[in-house]
């Protein structure tokens, strides 16, 4: 089985860009969750959607807003992009909800300049 | 104060040494997750755990609800085994610590 996948892997955005990240579970996979990593803050819960419906919500402004489409895929949006969303976004996938194992993608680097 | 806590924060250690990662937490949880991250950032679930003990190759984790404290060991350390450590505790959303810097030396 394929394993999570990110796209892109790399992304350079300058302020004021908004900028969308998306993931592709593992098939057969319903939940989706994402995270934000950066070296000040550590590993952050952004959002969790499971059969295209957020279940939770992690504490990040408005300007990060997701969705998940009936195929599973999820995708994240950060408007107004700040040097401070300079970070890794990870996405992971879980059969059930995030009480599941979950399973990361390698990650988004965004850097915002 | 951090809901989730680890120690140590960065860990040296000889290749074959017995290594003990440390995560407590404040919060109710109902379960905790183990979690490798390696240079370049890919995480690897290592553990789910509600209760007890679990065991995976070289690698055992265990938790004390009563005493909301969890344990990775890993016996007979690699070098392959050098990376990031990271314990988050799962309530509605994971919760994660700060995570430990493991280096094993040849």
């Known amino acids: 089985k394929a394993g999570v996948t990110q796209t892109p892997r790399y992304l350079i955005k300058t302020r004021g860009q908004q900028v969308t990240l998306s993931c592709s579970p593992i098939s057969g996979h319903r939940s989706v969750s994402w995270y934000q990593q950066t070296p000040g803050q550590g590993l952050q819960f952004l959002f969790e959607y499971f059969s295209e419906t957020q279940r939770n919500k992690g504490n990040f402004p408005g300007r990060f807003s997701g969705r998940q489409f009936s195929n599973s895929r999820s995708e994240m949006n950060v408007s107004t992009l700040e040097l401070g969303d300079s970070a890794l976004y990870l996405c992971?996938?879980?059969?059930?909800?995030?009480?599941?194992?979950?399973?990361f993608g390698p990650g988004t680097r965004l850097t915002v300049t | 104060k951090n809901e989730v806590e680890q120690s140590p924060q960065n860990l040296t250690a000889q290749e074959g040494e017995f290594i003990t990662i440390n995560c407590s937490y404040s919060?109710?949880?109902?379960?905790l997750h183990w979690l490798q991250q390696h240079p370049g950032g890919g995480i690897v679930s290592l553990f789910m755990l509600s209760s007890g003990k679990k065991k995976h190759g070289r690698l055992i984790a265990t938790i004390n609800i009563q005493e909301k404290h969890s344990s990775l060991h890993i016996t007979a350390s690699h070098p392959r085994d050098s990376a990031v450590y990271i314990c988050a505790a799962l309530n509605e959303k994971l919760t994660f610590g700060t995570g430990t810097r493991l280096t094993i030396i040849p």
């Open positions: 919060v109710g949880i109902s379960a």
């Open positions: 992971a996938s879980s059969l059930g909800t995030s009480t599941y194992e979950q399973y």
